[in-house]
């Protein structure tokens, strides 16, 4: 069974950094992507960012290029949101999801497992 568990979500203030782990575990297939997304109040859930196992693949978001990156650590099959230079409308629930392939895309129905979400608050 695949389970994606993310942790590190919190309140920050405007200006700081958080760093959020997604863990991915019960792939019988060798290649598989992980995408971060999130969804503020009142605001449809978007994309932020894709990595796929082989490297392969991989995809960010052109308004958070440069605060936000996805590092990952294949030994532990886990990938991780280093947030940076946060705003107040970077509050939301941010999710890690999962599929099967090589590939990432951008829009969540393609998405199959997905973890329970943890809450980023930024206060101004």
């Known amino acids: 069974e695949v389970r994606v568990v993310e942790s590190g979500g919190g309140l920050v203030q405007a200006g700081g950094s958080l760093r959020l782990s997604c863990a991915a575990s019960g792939f019988t297939f060798s290649y598989y992507a992980i995408a971060w997304f999130r969804q503020a109040p009142g605001k449809e859930r978007e994309v932020i960012s894709c990595?796929?196992?082989?490297?392969?693949?991989?995809y960010s978001a052109d308004s958070l290029k440069g605060r936000f990156t996805i590092p990952s650590d294949n030994a532990k099959n886990t990938v991780y949101l280093q947030m940076n230079n946060l705003k107040p409308e970077d509050t939301a629930v941010y999710y890690c999801?999962?599929?099967?392939?090589?590939?990432?895309?951008?829009?969540?129905?393609?998405?199959?497992?997905w973890g329970q979400g943890t809450q980023v608050t930024v206060s101004s």
């Open positions: 990595v796929s196992s082989n490297g392969a693949s991989s």
């Open positions: 999801a999962a599929r099967i392939g090589y590939l990432c895309m951008t829009v969540d129905r393609e998405y199959d497992y």
